[in-house]
């Protein structure tokens, strides 16, 4: 029974990984120290109240994308 259902454990562990890559508020409530910050929340940090640095957010996304692409 387990060749039947390789596709469907290998389309939840995509699922899985995909969802714990980009958790934000896990890690924002229970990670107090700023030098172990995931790079989600690294991404916020571009994006301020007044202006939004768009050329350093845009290179990020696509550095935090990469993982998930390979």
């Not at 060749?3 to 229970?30: E, H, M, Q, R």
């Not at 120290?33 to 989600?40: A, E, H, N, P, R």
């Amino acid at each position: 029974m387990l060749p039947l259902t390789k596709p469907a454990l290998i389309t939840v562990a995509i699922f899985s990984f995909n969802g714990a890559w980009n958790d934000l508020l896990g890690p924002l409530l229970y990670i107090n120290d700023k030098s172990k910050y995931t790079l989600q929340i690294g991404l916020q940090t571009f994006k301020g109240t007044v202006q939004t640095q768009w050329h350093y957010l845009m290179a990020m996304s696509v550095t935090v994308l990469l993982p998930i692409i390979l």
